[in-house]
């Protein structure tokens, strides 16, 4: 019997010692690698050259699954321009507590257009919106866009840009 | 009858070893089964006020008027101007939104769920490193404990008779679930 409890205790020990060495700060995935930001004008303004490339950006998490920590919205805080940095479930979680702090975020840059149905959809949806709905102005809760974007991702030109995230760091 | 008595010592250690964190676990599971429901980790709680006519101007300030007609002391974490009559303030564990130049406010204040964000972070394994480990021993120890239960009892109750049925039920559950859905 001691010998099981003593055998249990040392695999504990040593996985924690072995596991202590890999705790790292504020940095979610694969951290960042690559040196200079693209910055969200130039992301948003001609799109077509970073479709399926690695990109970094910077800015401040101004939006994060509530539920799930599987996305953060990056957006310069002079502009507003942002982007949506997807990440999947339980891979990356990112803590709602990060809301409104700087963070450095790569992934793989997607553009993601709708289809007519789904225009022809979200026209609908915002011409109903109740008037109880409790997201500000500008930005509704919408969930079943293409792509897997989570609620609330920004559309441009009926298109969805979104980071596939590969890692974040957040500068608290 | 010697390795019997092996099986059943081990199936109790480890039983009472890892007892406490599936109860952990069953009651996160079944808080993250219905995340769609409800919030498992937070409770959001959101005001709307109207704090009359802003005058807009550079954010900082916007954002420092704003939390002087609300009473609030605290210095924000950050200011970002979202649109040109957007404004969010964030503060720790609370946004606020302002849109410009009525003053409407969206008072959103987020608190852990006590308990359950706990377990929550336990069992997704949001700390990663050392808890990955852990986790791996408890996933081994469930191993354990479903290969030596079902050798406890001999006999018509053990797998000669109704303990072979009943693996077998809950080993059809799901495979027939697989079938049906993929």
């Given at each position: 019997m001691k010998r099981i409890l003593v055998s249990m205790a040392m695999v504990v020990l040593v996985a924690a010692i072995v596991a202590g060495g890999e705790e790292a700060g504020a940095v979610y995935g694969d951290g960042v690698t690559i040196q200079d930001p693209v910055p969200m004008s130039r992301l948003l303004g001609e799109p077509e050259t970073f479709v399926g490339k690695k990109v970094r950006v910077d800015g401040v998490i101004t939006g994060v699954c509530k539920k799930r920590g599987c996305w953060i919205q990056v957006t310069n805080p002079d502009t507003g321009e942002g982007i949506r940095i997807k990440v999947e479930d339980g891979v990356i979680v990112f803590p709602y507590a990060a809301m409104g702090e700087p963070v450095s975020a790569e992934g793989i840059f997607e553009a993601v257009a709708l289809t007519p149905e789904q225009v022809a959809a979200r026209a609908a949806r915002q011409e109903q919106q109740p008037a109880s709905h409790s997201h500000p102005p500008g930005e509704p809760c919408e969930k079943g866009l293409p792509g897997k974007t989570g609620c609330d991702v920004p559309i441009q030109d009926n298109t969805v840009y979104l980071i596939r995230g590969t890692g974040a760091v957040i500068h608290s | 009858m010697r390795l019997r008595r092996l099986v059943i010592a081990t199936h109790r250690d480890v039983g009472y070893f890892f007892a406490g964190l599936t109860v952990l676990y069953a009651i996160s599971g079944i808080a993250v089964n219905h995340v769609e429901d409800w919030n498992p980790n937070y409770v959001l709680r959101t005001e709307t006020r109207d704090l009359g006519q802003l005058q807009d101007g550079d954010r900082n300030q916007v954002a420092d008027e704003v939390l002087r007609r609300m009473e609030i002391a605290e210095e924000p974490k950050s200011v970002v101007?979202?649109?040109?009559n957007l404004i969010k303030v964030f503060l720790d564990g609370r946004t606020i939104t302002v849109t410009l130049p009525e003053g409407r406010v969206y008072d959103e204040l987020a608190r852990r769920r006590g308990g359950f964000f706990e377990l929550n972070y336990l069992h997704l394994n949001h700390?990663?490193?050392f808890w990955t480990w852990f986790a791996d021993l408890y996933a081994a120890g469930l191993l354990v404990l479903a290969c030596t239960g079902i050798f406890i009892i001999s006999g018509k109750k053990g797998l000669g008779g109704r303990g072979l049925w009943l693996l077998l039920a809950g080993l059809s559950v799901p495979v027939i679930y697989l079938l049906w859905r993929l």
């Amino acid at each position: 019997m001691k010998r099981i409890l003593v055998s249990m205790a040392m695999v504990v020990l040593v996985a924690a010692i072995v596991a202590g060495g890999e705790e790292a700060g504020a940095v979610y995935g694969d951290g960042v690698t690559i040196q200079d930001p693209v910055p969200m004008s130039r992301l948003l303004g001609e799109p077509e050259t970073f479709v399926g490339k690695k990109v970094r950006v910077d800015g401040v998490i101004t939006g994060v699954c509530k539920k799930r920590g599987c996305w953060i919205q990056v957006t310069n805080p002079d502009t507003g321009e942002g982007i949506r940095i997807k990440v999947e479930d339980g891979v990356i979680v990112f803590p709602y507590a990060a809301m409104g702090e700087p963070v450095s975020a790569e992934g793989i840059f997607e553009a993601v257009a709708l289809t007519p149905e789904q225009v022809a959809a979200r026209a609908a949806r915002q011409e109903q919106q109740p008037a109880s709905h409790s997201h500000p102005p500008g930005e509704p809760c919408e969930k079943g866009l293409p792509g897997k974007t989570g609620c609330d991702v920004p559309i441009q030109d009926n298109t969805v840009y979104l980071i596939r995230g590969t890692g974040a760091v957040i500068h608290s | 009858m010697r390795l019997r008595r092996l099986v059943i010592a081990t199936h109790r250690d480890v039983g009472y070893f890892f007892a406490g964190l599936t109860v952990l676990y069953a009651i996160s599971g079944i808080a993250v089964n219905h995340v769609e429901d409800w919030n498992p980790n937070y409770v959001l709680r959101t005001e709307t006020r109207d704090l009359g006519q802003l005058q807009d101007g550079d954010r900082n300030q916007v954002a420092d008027e704003v939390l002087r007609r609300m009473e609030i002391a605290e210095e924000p974490k950050s200011v970002v101007r979202m649109s040109p009559n957007l404004i969010k303030v964030f503060l720790d564990g609370r946004t606020i939104t302002v849109t410009l130049p009525e003053g409407r406010v969206y008072d959103e204040l987020a608190r852990r769920r006590g308990g359950f964000f706990e377990l929550n972070y336990l069992h997704l394994n949001h700390g990663k490193g050392f808890w990955t480990w852990f986790a791996d021993l408890y996933a081994a120890g469930l191993l354990v404990l479903a290969c030596t239960g079902i050798f406890i009892i001999s006999g018509k109750k053990g797998l000669g008779g109704r303990g072979l049925w009943l693996l077998l039920a809950g080993l059809s559950v799901p495979v027939i679930y697989l079938l049906w859905r993929l």
